[in-house]
T-cell receptor, first 113, second 116 residues
């Protein structure tokens, strides 16, 4: 069985500062990992995903995440926050069938001007 | 390419009333999902279809919730009778394949339900 833990339900950063959103997973088999973003009153949009290969994954809007097997982590980062990054971010894990998705509880990102 | 379409976007009903949500997945996507997202929580899978067959409905409260996917395309999620705790966003999603590695799920904008 898989599960996802997102540390910090609320994160605030200043505009231009580093964004770091934490995600740890538990899985009995190598997982596939995803980050989704949800803007107010909208559905979830895929930011990036890791399946196999390079452990540093680049996504849309300047975000990237690194799969660290030894730490069972898949933290999301962005070097410089923009006001438009304010949203809810969800980490998700699936098994290798790619079908069962388990979402974390989400992290709300606030960007301070 | 058109995304996942959902309607209505917003609905307010009284408890014990019924409500239905409609979803049209991305063209050609075989797998369709209904998620429930309560405020402050992550999405929870209610039901998953592969074409017009149910592959997982283990977390669907079957005494009040029902869903169907006739002809393997559009889907309808119904709640009858609604309870206050059903207030949530109901997200429809679709993916191209069933049991395909690295499968990406694409979400609609959601249907926001308030039960008063």
């Amino acid at each position: 069985a898989q599960s996802v833990t997102q540390l910090g339900s609320h994160v605030s950063v200043s505009e231009g500062a580093l964004v770091l959103l934490r995600c740890n997973y538990s899985s009995s088999v190598p997982p596939y990992l995803f980050w989704y973003v949800q803007y107010p009153n909208q559905g979830l949009q895929l930011l990036l995903k890791y399946t196999t290969g390079a452990t540093l994954v680049k996504g849309i809007n300047g975000f990237e995440a690194e799969f660290k097997k030894s730490e069972t982590s898949f933290h999301l980062t962005k070097p410089s926050a923009h006001m438009s990054d304010a949203a809810e971010y969800f980490c998700a894990v699936s098994d290798q069938t790619g079908n069962q998705f388990y979402f974390g509880t989400g992290t709300s990102l606030t960007v301070i001007p | 390419e058109a995304g996942v379409a959902q309607s209505p976007r917003y609905k307010i009903i009284e408890k014990r009333q019924s409500v239905a949500f409609w979803c049209n997945p991305i063209s050609g996507h075989a797998t369709l999902y209904w998620y429930q997202q309560i405020l402050g929580q992550g999405p929870k899978l209610l039901i998953q279809f592969q074409n017009n067959g149910v592959v997982d409905d283990s977390q669907l409260p079957k005494d009040r919730f029902s869903a169907e996917r006739l002809k393997g395309v559009d889907s309808t999620l119904k709640i009858q009778p609604a309870k206050l705790e059903d207030s949530a966003v109901y997200l429809c999603a679709s993916s191209l394949h069933y049991r395909s590695s690295g499968n990406t799920i694409y979400f609609g904008e959601g249907s926001w339900l308030t039960v008063v």
